[in-house]
């Protein structure tokens, strides 16, 4: 039965391909040079259902859709969006979704002990950058005159919390808690904005068994918006600035109600920000459907870190199904460029990466620094030893996938062999962060002894 749905699916696509032209005689010829190694995966579930945030760096599953790579594995599915990251994790884990777009920190906060616990993998990556910090204009004007300023007189960059330190103590003085957003208690964006503020010697507060809001000792008070109700929560006062993912910086710049000080390129050069997580049941259970996803996946990301193609990935994720933002917000950050103050618009090619540098391989050092970060604050609550971290991670990052879905790729022609990285799944250890902190993943224990504020652990265990 299998056979005869993939041979008939199989006659359908190429009808469709030849009735699109001369574009889809290049593909049919391409697949037939290729062999299509594809058609030896037996796909065990061929109906899928995964769930999304609307955020610009859902773009892969938007683009597997649209441009059919989910079709040329014999998947048929449905994006659907959610509306919120604990929704997101809670349908993946209860089966009502196959897979979603996730915050590289759930699937690893499910494996570590903090909140709902669940056995997740991610086999893939889904990009690097893409997330900002804003704060209201009140608080802009208030920060400017402590920024540096560059030869053309606009504000130098990357921009530090240091400019903030005295707009907080402003606002402690006359009786307000300085309160900022961030997505959830364990997104990038969380241990983003604490690393932007702890550099700077802002304590942004510490978890407890009884402090599950990350408050003790805070000097700037973190909670939870989803974000695309962060431009309005900010209008409304009830934050005073927020890091989140785009469109939703560049939103606030559109409206006219905040100002993005640093982006997270800043914070922590082409770091990791989403990943695609399914249940380790749903992968055992369909091993090669998880190739099949994967390798739509990756070839997404190859489409989208083409320059040619932003212009049609922002009118894709303009959709109302995908991110529903206007054109012209997604385009400020997805075709190279970041604004700042309105009318400050930079040059930043990498803001969004989705391919490049290894964008879609699921490092173990990766996952290693959102270990590093949950037991700096406090969400792991007791001292661990260092191969903890190694055997923890490994248990949720699944390069194996990836590179059997990147084998099948290359024999089909789809990327060339170069772009599977020969490695341990350890990248080298890096300086790139906004403090000029050294992170070496082999080490997660020194690491999180490097840094004056947080969690400090004995290194003899």
Not at 21 to 50: H, R
Not at 122 to 134: A, H, K, Q, V
Not at 155 to 177: F, M, Q, R, T, W
């Amino acid at each position: 039965m299998k056979s005869i749905v993939k041979k008939t699916f199989a006659t359908l696509l190429l009808l469709a391909m030849v009735a699109c032209g001369g574009k889809a005689e290049k593909q049919s010829k391409e697949m037939a040079q290729a062999d299509s190694p594809a058609s030896s995966l037996e796909i065990e579930k061929p109906q899928l259902t995964f769930g999304f945030i609307k955020l610009t760096d859902m773009a892969p599953l938007a683009i597997a859709k649209e441009k059919g790579f989910f079709e040329d594995e014999g998947l048929f599915v449905s994006v659907e969006a959610q509306s919120n990251w604990k929704n997101v994790l809670d349908r993946v884990i209860d089966g009502q979704l196959d897979g979603s777009h996730m915050l590289s920190g759930q699937p690893i906060a499910a494996g570590a002990g903090f909140g709902r616990q669940a056995e997740l993998v991610t086999p893939f990556s889904m990009d690097l950058n893409g997330n900002g910090i804003t704060v209201s204009n009140d608080v802009w004007s208030k920060m400017k005159p402590n920024v540096p300023k560059g030869a053309n007189g606009k504000p130098a960059h990357p921009i530090k919390a240091d400019a903030l330190k005295p707009v907080i103590s402003e606002y402690k003085n006359s009786g307000k808690p300085f309160k900022m957003g961030m997505v959830f208690p364990v997104s990038t964006h969380n241990y983003e904005i604490r690393y932007w503020l702890a550099a700077a010697g802002i304590h942004p507060g510490m978890y407890t068994a009884d402090n599950v809001q990350g408050q003790i000792d805070a000097e700037v008070l973190l909670s939870v918006t989803p974000p695309p109700q962060m431009p309005a929560t900010l209008e409304a006062g009830t934050i005073y600035g927020y890091c989140v993912g785009e469109p939703w910086n560049q939103q606030a710049v559109f409206k006219g109600i905040g100002v993005p000080v640093t982006t997270n390129y800043d914070i922590w050069k082409n770091n990791p920000e989403k990943v695609f997580v399914m249940t380790k049941k749903f992968v055992d259970e369909n091993p090669n459907t998880a190739i099949a996803v994967t390798k739509a996946l990756i070839r997404a990301g190859k489409w989208l870190d083409e320059p040619e193609n932003r212009p049609e990935a922002v009118k894709i994720l303009s959709m109302p199904q995908y991110v529903g933002a206007d054109e012209v917000v997604l385009a400020n950050s997805m075709t190279g460029t970041f604004e700042f103050e309105k009318g400050d618009k930079r040059s930043m090619p990498d803001f969004n990466v989705f391919y490049k540098y290894n964008a879609t391989y699921p490092f173990y050092s990766d996952g290693v620094w959102f270990l590093t970060q949950m037991r700096r604050w406090g969400q792991i609550p007791e001292a661990k030893p260092a191969d903890w971290y190694d055997q923890t991670i490994k248990d949720i990052y699944r390069p194996d996938i990836w590179k059997k879905a990147a084998e099948l790729l290359v024999a089909e022609g789809h990327i060339p062999a170069s772009d599977i990285p020969v490695t341990d799944g350890y990248k080298p250890a890096t300086s790139d962060f906004i403090d000029g902190n050294t992170y070496d993943a082999k080490d997660p224990i020194g690491y999180i002894n490097s840094f004056e504020i947080g969690n400090k652990d004995n290194s003899s265990l």
